[in-house]
């Protein structure tokens, strides 16, 4: 498993942030926020932040 940084995001301000251990950065979204996702972000101000902690490689989602 991965070390995630999952952030809750209004905007550009980070409403939570949760450290998540999961297989896929996707895995890590849906498990900190109790929701689905998707992996397309359009214009939402609320959205998803994901961060590999070991690579610095960062995902964007929406709630779905």
Same mark, same amino acid.
């Given at each position: 498993?991965? &070390? =995630?940084? $999952?952030? @809750?995001?209004?905007?550009?301000? %980070? $409403?939570?942030?949760?450290? +998540? !251990?999961?297989?896929?950065?996707? &895995?890590?979204?849906?498990? /900190?926020?109790?929701? @689905? $996702?998707?992996?397309?972000?359009?214009? @939402?101000?609320?959205? +998803?932040? %994901?961060?590999? @902690? /070991?690579?610095? $490689? &960062? !995902?964007? =989602?929406?709630?779905?």
């Amino acid at each position: 498993m991965k &070390v =995630y940084r $999952v952030e @809750e995001m209004d905007g550009d301000s %980070v $409403v939570t942030s949760h450290t +998540i !251990n999961a297989n896929t950065p996707w &895995v890590a979204a849906e498990t /900190a926020t109790g929701s @689905e $996702v998707t992996n397309f972000r359009g214009d @939402e101000q609320r959205w +998803i932040r %994901v961060t590999n @902690e /070991a690579d610095g $490689v &960062v !995902n964007r =989602y929406a709630f779905k």
